[in-house]
């Protein structure tokens, strides 16, 4: 190897060596699934008080639930299909469940809701994870809403989508477990869950997710006076073969 190739060499492991790899980051909407979560359960921001009829388990309702993460604010948001209760609220249960979604329709400037079952439940209701930047998805977490028979409700044969930035549904199955973490691997700022396209589905509500923020690396000062050194270093012998 020679100078130039060995100088370029060090100044490139100087400055990979002092960038630092963006942790993993946790977030949870529910304290309790069949999986032991790592880390605790996070209250979303922007909702009222509601109860889902169907598990009886107090918790709120809006809009839109904000949260604070890692990579900025995160806005979670429900959708619904064409029909005669076209909207949709997003719902956390206060203690256990998870993320879910509320049919319903406004009336006399108030939502009324038309939905028996919290959890998302048809093929036309989604929920809409929107960060502030690009993140890396690695894992996501989900509840039955059968509590009864959690162990058999989501199985590897029932499966969810995902559509990214807005892009195409890409399907995924639960695993063998209700409440195991699903590993992904998705890069995008906005990620919109429905029903399965193609695997058989199953009613589930969201109980977390992994992710790691993703952003450019900025040199600090230090990293700058490595890369003078090196071309310093590099115009010493450019000088000195001239």
Same mark, same amino acid.
Request: aromatic share 10%; with cysteine; net charge negative.
């Given at each position: 190897? &020679?100078?130039?190739? $060995?100088?370029?060499?060090?100044?490139?492991?100087?400055?990979?060596?002092?960038?630092?790899?963006?942790?993993?980051? &946790?977030?949870?909407?529910?304290?309790? &699934?069949?999986?032991?979560?790592?880390?605790?359960?996070?209250?979303?921001?922007?909702?009222? *008080?509601?109860?889902? !009829?169907?598990?009886?388990?107090?918790?709120?309702?809006?809009?839109?639930?904000?949260?604070?993460?890692?990579?900025?604010?995160? $806005?979670?948001?429900? #959708?619904?299909?064409?029909?005669?209760?076209?909207?949709?609220?997003?719902?956390?249960?206060? *203690?256990?469940?998870? %993320?879910?979604?509320?049919?319903?329709?406004?009336?006399?400037?108030? =939502?009324?809701?038309?939905? #028996?079952?919290?959890?998302?439940?048809?093929?036309?209701?989604?929920?809409? @994870?929107?960060?502030?930047?690009?993140?890396?998805?690695?894992?996501?977490?989900?509840? *039955?809403?059968?509590?009864?028979?959690? %162990?058999?409700?989501?199985?590897?044969?029932?499966?969810?989508?995902?559509?990214?930035?807005?892009? #195409?549904?890409?399907?995924?199955?639960?695993?063998?477990?209700?409440?195991? !973490?699903?590993?992904?691997?998705?890069?995008?700022?906005?990620?919109?869950?429905?029903?399965?396209?193609?695997?058989?589905?199953?009613?589930? =509500?969201?109980?977390?997710?992994?992710?790691?923020?993703?952003?450019?690396?900025? !040199?600090? !000062?230090?990293?700058?006076? %490595?890369?003078?050194?090196?071309? %310093?270093? @590099?115009?010493?012998?450019?000088? $000195?073969?001239?």
């Amino acid at each position: 190897m &020679n100078t130039i190739a $060995r100088t370029l060499a060090l100044t490139a492991g100087l400055i990979a060596s002092s960038v630092s790899a963006t942790p993993v980051q &946790n977030l949870f909407f529910t304290q309790s &699934n069949l999986a032991s979560l790592p880390g605790a359960m996070v209250l979303g921001t922007g909702g009222s *008080s509601c109860e889902d !009829p169907r598990t009886d388990v107090v918790g709120v309702c809006g809009a839109a639930l904000n949260f604070n993460t890692a990579a900025g604010s995160l $806005r979670v948001t429900a #959708g619904d299909g064409p029909d005669v209760d076209a909207l949709a609220h997003v719902y956390q249960g206060a *203690s256990s469940t998870g %993320l879910g979604v509320v049919e319903g329709y406004v009336k006399s400037g108030s =939502f009324k809701v038309t939905d #028996g079952n919290y959890s998302l439940d048809t093929s036309k209701e989604t929920l809409t @994870l929107s960060f502030a930047s690009s993140v890396n998805l690695s894992k996501l977490y989900f509840f *039955s809403d059968d509590r009864t028979n959690t %162990l058999k409700e989501l199985d590897k044969f029932d499966g969810f989508s995902i559509s990214v930035n807005g892009g #195409g549904w890409q399907d995924f199955t639960f695993g063998n477990n209700s409440g195991l !973490p699903v590993s992904l691997n998705l890069t995008g700022s906005t990620f919109t869950l429905g029903y399965a396209r193609k695997n058989s589905v199953e009613d589930y =509500f969201l109980a977390g997710m992994s992710y790691t923020a993703v952003t450019p690396a900025i !040199p600090e !000062p230090g990293t700058w006076a %490595l890369m003078g050194l090196g071309l %310093l270093g @590099l115009g010493l012998v450019a000088r $000195r073969r001239a």
